[in-house]
T-cell receptor, first 110, second 116 residues
């Protein structure tokens, strides 16, 4: 079983929709939870991170972690075509190495 | 602005060739990583390094080796390339200083390697 499992997608939504991307994890030692965004033919870039449980908001993006259920979510409000990308969730024990989900490819149609 | 560069964007090699993929970072990061990314399999860690001349195996090290002679440079070596090593290879780096954001990895643009 993988340490981080991600909803596989792909996901296609109309512009303006609310998007929910989800992951589960099994490693209780994870302290940091990250969402990376990867555009086509580019490397992933960190979008948001959360330390331990709770919510974190940044503009149209909200990251949520529930450590009791080992669930990680990313919500995108008012989705835009420029949000079309692959989104990867990841967990980190703060020992340097991160474990990534397989990624969910999102397409936002104008 | 952190920059991680990889020696080639696209590479085509023949079966049995020795292949070198190079990665350079300019942020004085201690940690460096090599991943491969395949559809449906996500990002898989091949090797990583916490310091010069140090290396540790990741999840799929078979068929690969690495070299880190200088802090800023981390090389991935395919000793004898095979067709199942056709993939996108991504290098990343992160800081290892206490109190810094070591969870954040900075990725290069990737090298798409095709082995024929």
């Amino acid at each position: 079983q993988k340490e981080v499992e991600q909803d596989p997608g792909p996901l296609s939504v109309p512009e303006g929709a609310i998007v929910s991307l989800n992951c589960t994890y099994s490693n209780s030692a994870f302290q940091y939870f990250m969402w990376y965004r990867q555009y086509s033919r580019k490397g992933p870039e960190l979008l948001m991170y959360t330390y331990s449980s709770g919510n974190k908001e940044d503009g149209r993006f909200t990251a949520q972690v529930d450590k009791s259920s080992k669930y990680i979510s990313l919500f995108i409000r008012d989705s835009q075509p420029s949000d079309s990308a692959t989104y990867l969730c990841a967990g980190n024990t703060n020992a340097g190495k991160s474990t990534f989900g397989d990624g969910t490819t999102l397409t936002v149609k104008p | 602005d952190v920059k991680v560069t990889q020696s080639s964007r696209y590479l085509v090699k023949r079966t049995g060739e020795k292949v070198f993929l190079e990665c350079v970072q300019d942020m004085d990061h201690e940690n460096m990583f090599w991943y491969r990314q395949d559809p449906g399999l996500g990002l898989r860690l091949i090797y990583f390094s916490y310091d010069v001349k140090m290396k540790e195996k990741g999840d799929i090290p078979e068929g690969y080796s690495v070299s880190r002679e200088k802090k800023e440079r981390f090389s991935l070596i395919l000793e004898s390339a095979s067709t199942n090593q056709t993939s996108m290879y991504l290098c990343a780096s992160s800081s290892n200083i206490l109190g810094s954001s070591s969870y954040e990895q900075y990725f290069g643009p990737g090298t798409r390697l095709t082995v024929t």
